[in-house]
């Protein structure tokens, strides 16, 4: 299926090391690729300090990448120079953060804070116009149009996010990077906010890169997810593969270790311990083990993964 | 089996610039031997002041209106500050939420550990180095001889978890209270630690009273479950009860609101948001964000209706003059499998109090 899907994101290689070169090198993340699709959201999950942030702000250029590139509908994204240019690919790429309360200025008014992508990309041409918008953006993400002149500590966590929505909508994105969007977020909040990021990718026909841990929520949203360890993407493929058909120990040890909301289960579930390989030379790489289905793997261990995939649908 | 703890009719407000606020509005609650009491609810439903109050932490502009909290039958609102340092950490313990802020940065941990042990157990420093080398190594630290010298940041969050967890099981203490203890912690860490707290609980048969707000993890570690709402404890049962045969529309909306493997189409979410307890809404606070709800709702406050000897909501939907309503899907489900079970005559709630 994903062949004749159009490519939007292109992952290619991309390595990013801190303080590279010294011996406080961290390679936070080491030769990872994907791709992402028109219209889809891609999952990225890991522990922390596996390098799924790191990957999204390499993404939209909050890093220049150490080595390996970044194309963007066809661009690399790091090559992209002058003003203008870079004016385009801020719009067209937005990010919503992970904390509500750290990411909208304190001092400026609900209005100022979502039109500032209008203003700079002077997407209106009249304070009318302006304003028009900003009461349409609000009313988009579910927030009343009154609350424009209002400051950010007035509001509860869940309409902070939402606010965080409106300004990345604002400037008409194609393509959003959710950093842990929902995780400062009470449950029955974060089903509200979740529900809404989906409406609006139907309607507003965006593409999501949600980053995540909550591996419950990231199988509810996502289309394809990616498991990351260490810097390394250790699994690909679509979100049902990924939980029903795990294939790395990696992502068996992840799943292992969530609880669900269900006593009865709890009590006969087992938790799987993740003990990384030692390596022996052989070259470890991405591989296809059925269509959509990669795993980070070795050469020999092919057969046995093609195996247990089978094994799956017994 | 017997209660270690009773909270009866507990009232606390705070004082604000704006008012008063109502944080609590009448909980009651008991905590049995060996239990394990799981506390579920929003930002704001009262859960950690609930608890901060049987440790007497409060802070200055919070007010104790009314209301008994019995520990082995004496009350703790009523002890002096100096009773209380006598309780704290050596009957009744707590472990927070963020394990980066709540070891002193300062001092070793070997020495933090030890501390519990020479306040209220007057060990002299040889023996409380000792002990707290076994607390440390019990809570599977490892190389725990040698790294009892390094500071809190020497350690990841998981093992400072484990040296905060030493430290409240110190003294062994009856009551130990866990405030979101796994929330900042990753998945394969908080297993870890919540298998770790169960393992010790065996061993020292401390009863606990966790706050969570992860119903995953309520599922894994509880035996009871109270749902607090806006300052009061809207469904109290055991972990059975409360998962498969929820009766309390709010109780239904955090259930269904989480997404099992399985949820497909769109996400129940409960809509709008918690009640201003500066002024509390006349009647049910649910009322408004209650798909339910009814006239009477917003009249008058629904007392605590039976369901079992263990299980209580409160909710009218259970007054017998109530029409019968139909649950979320989601909900609906879960009971049948209740129902099932129940017929079937499997025990309701392994482990459970029933």
Not at chain 1, 4 to 14: G, S
Not at chain 1, 99 to 113: E, F, G
Not at chain 2, 297 to 317: C, G, N, Q, R, V
Request: aromatic share 6%.
């Amino acid at each position: 299926m994903a062949d004749n899907r159009e490519k939007i994101l292109e992952v290619k290689h991309l390595k990013q090391y801190f303080n590279a070169g010294t011996k406080n090198e961290v390679r936070a993340v080491d030769d990872v690729s994907f791709d992402i699709y028109k219209g889809e959201t891609f999952g990225l999950v890991g522990e922390s300090g596996s390098g799924k942030s790191t990957t999204g702000r390499s993404i939209i250029r909050l890093y220049d990448p150490t080595d390996g590139e970044i194309d963007f509908e066809g661009t690399k994204v790091h090559n992209i120079s002058g003003k203008k240019d870079m004016l385009q690919f801020r719009r067209d790429m937005q990010m919503i953060f992970q904390d509500p309360y750290a990411s909208l200025n304190p001092k400026m008014k609900i209005r100022d804070i979502i039109a500032e992508g209008i203003d700079i990309h002077g997407l209106a041409s009249s304070q009318a116009e302006r304003n028009k918008r900003v009461n349409e953006l609000l009313e988009l993400v579910g927030l009343n149009p009154d609350h424009a002149t209002r400051y950010p500590h007035e509001f509860s966590g869940g309409q902070r996010q939402r606010i965080g929505i409106a300004r990345a909508l604002a400037v008409k994105p194609k393509f959003i990077v959710a950093d842990e969007p929902i995780s400062a977020l009470d449950v029955s909040i974060q089903a509200q906010v979740v529900n809404l990021l989906m409406e609006l990718q139907k309607s507003q026909g965006l593409t999501f890169l949600f980053i995540a841990h909550d591996l419950s929520m990231v199988k509810y949203i996502s289309d394809r997810i990616g498991v990351m360890n260490a810097g390394k993407l250790l699994e690909l493929a679509p979100a049902e593969d990924v939980y029903n058909r795990p294939l790395h120990s990696y992502t068996e040890s992840l799943l292992s270790a969530v609880p669900l909301p269900d006593p009865e289960y709890e009590r006969s579930r087992r938790r799987t311990q993740y003990v990384p390989r030692q390596a022996n030379g052989e070259e470890e790489k991405m591989r296809e083990i059925v269509p959509g289905h990669f795993v980070y793997c070795r050469e020999s261990e092919v057969e046995a993964l093609k195996q247990k995939e089978a094994a799956y649908h017994k | 089996m017997s209660n270690i703890l009773e909270v009866k009719d507990l009232n606390i407000t705070f004082d604000t610039f704006a008012g008063k606020v109502q944080a609590i509005r009448g909980v009651n609650f008991d905590l049995k031997k060996g239990e394990t009491l799981a506390i579920v609810g929003e930002s704001g439903s009262g859960k950690s002041v609930t608890t901060r109050s049987i440790m007497r932490l409060l802070s200055q502009n919070a007010n104790i209106e009314k209301g008994e909290i019995l520990f082995n039958g004496q009350d703790l609102v009523k002890k002096s500050e100096k009773d209380m340092q006598g309780i704290r950490g050596k009957e009744i313990a707590m472990i927070f939420q963020d394990p980066m802020t709540s070891l002193n940065p300062t001092t070793t941990i070997g020495k933090q550990v030890a501390e519990p042990l020479r306040i209220h157990q007057n060990m002299n420093k040889e023996e409380a180095h000792a002990r707290a080398l076994k607390l440390l190594e019990l809570v599977g630290l490892p190389n725990a001889k040698n790294r009892m010298k390094q500071y809190p940041h020497q350690f990841s969050g998981g093992q400072r978890q484990r040296i905060v967890i030493a430290i409240a099981l110190a003294c062994s203490p009856e009551i130990l209270i866990a405030d979101e203890p796994t929330t900042a912690l990753d998945v394969t860490i908080q297993a870890q630690i919540l298998e770790l707290m169960k393992q010790l609980q065996s061993k020292i048969d401390t009863s606990i009273i966790f706050i969570t707000h992860d119903l995953g993890v309520v599922a894994n570690v509880a035996d009871r479950v109270a749902v607090m709402y806006a300052g009061k404890i809207v469904e109290v049962g055991t972990v059975d009860e409360i998962f498969y045969n929820p009766q309390h529309p709010y109780t239904w909306g955090l259930l269904a609101s989480m997404p099992t493997l399985e949820t497909e189409g769109s996400l129940y979410a409960i809509p709008g948001t918690p009640p201003d307890l500066l002024d509390p809404p006349k009647g049910d606070a649910f009322a408004p964000r209650n798909a339910y709800a009814m006239k009477i709702d917003t009249e008058y406050e629904p007392p605590m209706f039976k369901i079992s000897d263990t299980h209580y909501a409160a909710t009218w939907l259970l007054h017998e003059d109530a029409p019968a309503v139909e649950p979320p899907a989601e909900i609906k489900a879960r009971q049948e499998l209740f129902k099932k079970r129940y017929a079937e005559g499997h025990p309701v709630a392994e482990g459970g109090t029933v």
